[in-house]
């Protein structure tokens, strides 16, 4: 099957010295939105790209050209900023309701919030919700409790005189990120599994067209989270699938016989997939995948920016509440560092919080040397970008040296205010207080993030294995990182 060109409306196609008549179909696509309405930078520092406003007129744009047209999104659509935060998604949805989107895919940053912010977003959602490999309470589809119900594994759009059955699928990795206490009975199984079933269902329905939507994306090689190819190498029915998760632009590639595309991470690119269909016979003759940059050639959708202007503003003017002043420069990490404010911060919150603790475990995710000047909690976003709450333990301090032996890799992760002892080759060898070991006989209270805690995405296993142990007394507590950081700052004023 040929993937260059496409064809708009009816058509007239020569194949091997025939002429055919040829109708395309159109699917317009987002993923990994994260609440982003306006334009905003890349993970390069390229501004003024992205946002859901410029991927509306684009998409308005498309739609005019081929009326012929589905709209879906690939998942991870209000986590991310303040705007969707405040609103617990309700602006991001009350958007895909407004352009009329055909159907999106639960991703794994919409259940950071819990259980109560997903259902509302499935209750007020007008799209189709897709996920096929997602349960509550051990039910799915018709049997789901509440809400769930909605959550569909598949759905079939009549479009143009053609049926094109959509298939939602998430990434299996989400036990590895969000705690048991946040996904709350929200389970989720194996994708390859759900896909095959749901394919097979539209193959007996008669669909002219599979497309598979999996918050799941392109790596170099497939991890835990992102088994794409050896998903579709295991159902290679699918004709297209649209992939997300993995904040990657990757227009058109294939995994066998199948078209695949991404679109990159916050809109900042929009994709657009055609299929060409034969009228007689309703063969899929032709397809083909392309992403396009939103940029300033692109303006802000009049009715999204009207729809969100409200929760816009009152979102901007919360940012940009100054919360301390920091006096001089403030390195990524040392003894006077950005990771030890943040320490300080959420040993401060949890004793205020009646959990007090002996030393905190935490990194700056990477952000650098802070400058001097007024700090603002638009700042504290840049410093704490997810919505973390705090875990607590008790550990012994040989668990205590485990800990800090495998977060330390590929990381700035450190142990406040407990000094670590290292060997000749730099390896931790103890854990020190004001000098002195720590009494091996008892069990010292260590804080960490709920991620972290979690094994970080499957970094932190033996971390995640000491946290389960009973005698380790592991608690979820209910305060936010964030939170937690800008009352302190509120509080002290300078650093």
């Known amino acids: 099957m040929m993937t260059g060109g496409a064809w708009l409306g009816s058509t007239v196609l020569g194949l091997a010295g025939e002429s055919r008549r040829v109708k395309t179909i159109s699917l317009c696509f987002t993923t990994d939105l994260h609440g982003h309405i306006e334009p905003t930078q890349t993970y390069d520092d390229i501004g003024d790209v992205g946002g859901l406003a410029r991927c509306a007129s684009q998409i308005r744009e498309w739609r005019r050209q081929n ?29 895909f309701n407004r352009l009329g989107y055909d159907a999106w895919v639960i991703g794994n940053h919409d259940l950071d919030w819990g259980r ?12 189709a919700v897709l996920t096929g490999n997602l349960s509550a309470d051990g039910r799915s589809g018709d049997d789901a409790p509440g809400p769930w119900r909605k959550v569909k594994p598949w759905l079939i ?32 199984s194996d994708p390859t599994a759900s896909l095959k079933q749901s394919v097979a269902e ?28 050896e998903m579709l190498k295991a159902v290679p029915e699918v004709d297209v699938y649209l992939a997300g998760h993995s904040h990657r632009d990757e227009p058109s590639f294939r ?14 690119h929009c994709g657009r997939v055609d299929l060409a269909f034969d009228l007689e016979t309703h063969k899929l003759v032709n397809k083909r995948a392309f992403t396009v940059l939103m940029d300033s050639r692109f303006a802000l959708d009049p009715a999204v920016m009207e729809t969100a202007q409200p929760e816009l503003k ?44 002996d030393a905190v475990f935490h990194g700056s995710f990477g952000t650098g040397e802070i400058e001097p000047g007024m700090k603002t909690v638009a700042d504290c976003w840049e410093w704490l970008p997810y919505e973390n709450l705090l875990v607590t333990a008790q550990l012994t301090p040989a668990e205590i040296l485990e800990v800090v032996a495998e977060g330390e890799f590929r990381s700035d992760r450190a142990l406040w205010p407990l000094e670590v002892q290292r060997g000749s080759d730099r390896k931790p060898v103890a854990i020190l207080h004001e000098g002195q070991p720590l009494d091996p006989s008892r069990r010292y209270g260590i804080a960490m993030n709920s991620y972290d ?43």
Request: hydrophobic share 40%; aromatic share 6%.
């Open 67 to 95: 009326p012929d047209s589905l709209l879906v999104d690939i998942g991870d659509v209000y986590q991310g900023t303040a705007v969707g935060l405040e609103t617990d998604g309700v602006v991001m949805i009350d958007l």
């Open 116 to 127: 109560g912010v997903i259902e509302g977003a499935l209750d007020r959602s007008t799209p």
């Open 157 to 188: 759009k009549e479009v143009g005189g053609f049926r094109i059955g959509l298939v939602g699928v998430t990434t299996p990795g989400m036990p590895f990120w969000l705690a048991p206490e946040t996904l709350d009975g929200v389970g989720v």
């Open 202 to 229: 539209l193959r007996a329905q008669k669909v002219d067209a599979v497309v598979a939507l999996g918050h799941m994306g392109w790596r170099f090689e497939d991890d835990f989270a992102n088994p794409i190819r």
């Open 255 to 268: 995994v066998g016989d199948v078209l695949c595309s991404q679109a990159n991470y916050f809109g900042i």
């Open 314 to 357: 009152e979102s901007a003017e919360h940012l940009a509440r100054e919360v301390c002043e920091v006096t001089s420069p403030l390195p990524e990490t040392g003894k006077r560092s950005l990771v030890t404010v943040l320490c300080m911060a959420f040993s401060d919150a949890l004793t205020k919080a009646g959990k007090p603790i």
């Open 453 to 495: 805690a979690q094994s970080g995405g499957r970094s932190l296993m033996r971390t995640l294995e000491i946290l389960e142990r009973p005698e380790s007394k592991r608690e979820m507590t209910s305060i936010a990182a964030r939170e937690a950081l800008i009352d302190f700052l509120l509080e002290k004023k300078t650093i």
